[in-house]
């Protein structure tokens, strides 16, 4: 693939910089203002002026805390290639302080080249890792741990959060450990002992504004003009490309988007999925690629769920939707069987089914998860007096009715009036 075609190259380009966390987050490494910036300057003076740090990352996951903190460590071991040792840990696996001073001794053992014993106990590692500490504070090596998952961390007896920030307490040693955390009262559950050896510095990162994410959107679509494309085909996409983002109908679009989810994560995702749809005889961005990406990262089980259902299963779940409009607190088959007859009264419907065959419908419904028992206990009682609720909302609901081919109209008539 690539070839003739500067259409192919540019998805080439694109999808290879869609891939690479280190451009995404590059477009914010020179402002001053920002984590990136305030997360180097921590690091760095550090490394340059010898002493101990430590600091959180805190954030919604998809928020770029991990990404910006590798762009910062391959900045800094570019600045200063044999001045850091970098250690990491995951909360998912090492939450176990002695699973993780043996995971530090290990990764310590392998980059100054030393044999690693599988034998030692907690005690010995933890002396390794005091003395490691030592010997590359004399070197001026700076030993960096990352805890990722850091609340995991700080259960139990914290032992290996004391070991190490009181390590870090000798004016001998150079470390600096980064916290990565989605809780943002990750500090607060820190014992008092491991607290006062804490500096406190905390960034947090928060989803991006609409301003950021247009510009995070040129930032990785616009085509640069020092590649291989031709320049012609680089400045009409360029120019296409920002018309397309001035229309209000692709903000909306955007503005879709970053409400549903805001997270770099989810962006990253949509602009992927746009320009794989781009048009490769046309060769450039429209709406409909925009369009396309939105309907595909916004896809909803549930709503696929309804598309299979049958009409009686629709009346069913219409009946228990009315039930909770009511505010009607504890209902059962029974007395989804009432409001479906009322319905019926009202309406004067031709749909109408004998009750064994709703019976059917119900424990089908309750088999695909679109409505569920209250309470699971209770097993001796039948299933038509069993309390029930509804698994998807009202607006979950009106949707797939409106994308369902066959829907009666009464069912659509009743769901639009509430």
Same mark, same amino acid.
């Given at each position: 693939m690539g070839g003739d075609n500067p259409a192919e190259k540019a998805l080439i380009l694109h999808r290879a910089r869609l891939s690479d966390p280190n451009f995404i987050f590059a477009h914010f490494s020179h402002s001053p203002d920002t984590n990136y910036s305030k997360l180097k300057f921590i690091i760095a003076s550090s490394v340059t002026e010898a002493c101990n740090n430590s600091v959180l990352l805190l954030g919604p996951r998809g928020c770029g805390k991990l990404a910006v903190l590798e762009l910062v460590l391959d900045d800094l071991l570019k600045e200063y290639p044999d001045m850091i040792t970098t250690?990491?840990?995951?909360? @998912?696996?090492?939450? *176990? +302080?002695?699973?993780?001073l043996k995971e530090i001794a290990r990764q310590l053992c392998a980059e100054h080249q030393l044999s690693f014993s599988? @034998?030692?106990?907690? *005690? +010995?590692?933890?002396?390794f890792m005091i003395d490691i500490l030592r010997e590359c504070g004399l070197a001026?090596?700076?030993v960096i741990f990352v805890l990722d998952e850091f609340d995991l961390f700080a259960q139990g007896k914290q032992r290996l959060l004391y070991s190490?920030?009181?390590?870090?307490?000798?004016v001998s040693s150079q470390a600096v450990v980064v916290g990565i955390s989605c809780r943002l009262d990750a500090d607060q559950l820190l014992e008092k002992r491991v607290r006062s050896?804490?500096?406190?510095?905390?960034?947090?990162?928060?989803?991006?504004?609409?301003?950021?994410l247009q510009g995070l959107i040129k930032h990785m679509l616009l085509l640069p003009t020092d590649s291989n494309i031709p320049e012609d085909y680089t400045t009409e996409f360029n120019a296409r490309l920002l018309k397309l983002l001035e229309d209000g109908r692709c903000r909306d679009i955007i503005d879709t988007l970053s409400t549903s989810d805001s997270t770099f994560n989810h962006l990253i995702r949509f602009l992927f999925i746009a320009v794989?749809?781009?048009d490769m005889k046309l060769g450039f961005l429209t709406l409909e690629n925009f369009k396309a990406a939105l309907a595909g990262v916004q896809r909803q089980p549930k709503l696929e769920c309804l598309k299979d259902c049958s009409v009686l299963e629709l009346y069913v779940l219409v009946c228990m939707m009315r039930l909770e409009l009511r505010e009607?607190?504890?209902?059962?088959?029974?007395?989804?069987?009432?409001?479906?007859?009322?319905?019926?009264?009202?309406?004067?419907?031709?749909?109408?089914?004998?009750?064994n065959v709703c019976l059917r419908a119900f424990e089908h419904l309750l088999q695909r998860e679109l409505i569920s028992l209250v309470d699971s206990r209770g097993h001796t009682q039948s299933v038509e007096?069993?309390?029930?609720?509804?698994?998807?909302?009202?607006?979950?609901?009106?949707?797939?009715?409106?994308?369902?081919?066959?829907?009666?109209?009464?069912?659509?008539?009743?769901?639009?009036?509430?």
């Open positions: 250690i990491k840990l995951n909360g @998912l696996l090492h939450s *176990d +302080d002695k699973c993780a599988k @034998l030692a106990s907690f *005690d +010995d590692n933890n002396q001026h090596k700076t190490l920030l009181d390590a870090m307490q000798s050896r804490f500096s406190h510095r905390k960034l947090l990162f928060l989803p991006p504004s609409k301003e950021d794989c749809h781009m009607q607190e504890s209902y059962n088959f029974n007395t989804i069987m009432k409001e479906y007859s009322s319905i019926h009264d009202t309406f004067q419907t031709s749909d109408y089914f004998a009750r007096y069993h309390p029930v609720k509804l698994l998807i909302s009202a607006h979950e609901l009106h949707l797939g009715l409106k994308s369902y081919r066959c829907c009666p109209a009464i069912l659509q008539k009743i769901v639009d009036r509430g």
